[in-house]
C-alpha cells in the first residue's frame, strides 16, 4: 500500500469531503448564527446565571472535545485489532454529515437543539479523523510523510474553500433568491452536510486498507463481539499508556502539541465570533475573511512542506509558533475589517503547515503495526487540549466582559508549546520507534 496513488487520492479526498463542515459550519456560520439568529443579546440563563452567546460557544466547543478525549482511544484500539479503520471513518463521516445537515432545523430560540447538533457533528468529525490520520504511515513512506500529510491539507482547504464560497455567495445574495438571511445561513449548513456525505463516496471507493485481522485473544472470545471489543479497546488502550512510557521524546513531542495545538484551536474556533463581538464586523466581513484564510492555508500547508523538506519537520512547526504568537498579539490590537483581513492572511499561512507538519511528525515516530492505537492516544491529548483553551476564553469573556483579553491570553499556548518541542529529539524518537519494533515491547 506504499504510496499508492489511488488509495492516497482517495485519503486526500476525505479532507476536500470533511473540511467543508469545519470550515463552513464550526468556524463561520454557526458562531454568528448561533450568536445573533438562536441566543440573542439577552444571552442564555443557565444554574442561576447569564452566559453570552461567545462564552456558550466556547463551553460547547471544549465540551465536544472532552466527548472525544473520552473515547478516542478506545476506538482507535479497536480499530487496529480489527482493521476497521475505514469503516470507523466512512461510519464518523456519514453519522457526522447527516447532524449537520440537520442543523437546518434550527431557528431563533432553538439553543438546545444547536447545541446537540454541533456537538454530535463536531464529536464525528473529530472521532473521524482518528481513523483517517492513522492511515498516514501505511499509505506513505517515511521520506514522503511530510509531502503526501501537506498534500492532505491542502486538498481539505481547496474543498473547504469551494464550498464556503458557494455558501458565501447564497449568504450574500440572499435578496435575490428570494429568503432571509437566516434562511440561507440554514441552507448553507444543510448543504455543507450533503457535501460532506457526497465526496466521501470517493474515499469508500478508492481508499485500501490491509484488512488482514489478528485473532481475538482466546480470553474474550465467549463474550459478544461488541463487547469483546469494547474490552480489548480498553485493555489496549491501557496498554498504550504504558507503552508511550517507553517513548520519551514522542511522549515530550505529544505535550508540546497538546499545548500550542490548544492555541491554534482556540484561534480558530473563537475568530468569527470574536470579529462580531468585539470588532462589531458584518456576517459577510467575517465569512469573506474566513474564505480568505482557507485560500491561504491552501499554499501554507505546501509551502511549510517544502520548508520542512530544507530544515525538518520540528523547524518549520517552531517557525509556525513563533508567527502565531503574532497572530495573537495583533488580534489583540487591530480594531478594523482591514486589519482582520490581514489578520486572516497569517493565520491562513500557519494554519496550513502546523497542522500537516505536526500530524506527519508524530506519525514518523510510531510503530506502523499501532498507528490507530498511538493516533487515537494522539487524538486524546490533542483533545483534551483543545477543551481548555476555548474554555478559558469563554472564562475570560465571561468575566471581563471583552473578548481581548481572552484573545491574548492564547498565548501562552504558543510559547510553551515552542519552549517544550525545542527539547524533542528527532533522532532519539526514531530510534526510541526502531527499538518497539524489534522488541515489540
Known sequence: MKNDKKSIFGWCMYDWANSAYITTVHAALLPIYFKDGIVGEKGVDLFGLTFSATALWGFMVGGAALIVFLFAPVLGAVADFSSAKKRFLIGFAYFGSFFATLLFLCKPGDVWLAVTLYVSSQVCFVGGNVFYDAFLPHLASEDKLDSISARGYAFGYVGGSLQF????????????????QPMAVRISMAMTGIWWAGWTIIPLILLREDRTKQPLPEIYRNQPKPLAYLS???NRTITTAKKVGHFKHLSLFVIA?????????????????????ELGLEPTQLMITLLLVQVVAIGGALIFGKLANHIGAKQAVMVSLVLWSGVVIYGYLIHSATEFFILGMVVGLV????????????GAMIPEQASAEFYGFFSVFSKFSAIWGPFIFGFIRQITGTSRLAIISIMVFFIGGLVLLAFVNEEKAKAEKLAYNVSNI
Open 165 to 180: 464560497g458557494i455558501s458565501l455567495m447564497i449568504v450574500a445574495m440572499h435578496d435575490t433568491f428570494g429568503i432571509s
Open 232 to 234: 480489548l479497546g480498553i
Open 257 to 277: 502539541y497538546m499545548v500550542y495545538n490548544d492555541g491554534a484551536h482556540t484561534v480558530t474556533s473563537m475568530a468569527a465570533i470574536y470579529g462580531e463581538d
Open 351 to 362: 494554519l496550513g503547515g502546523t497542522q500537516a507538519l505536526s500530524r506527519s511528525f508524530y
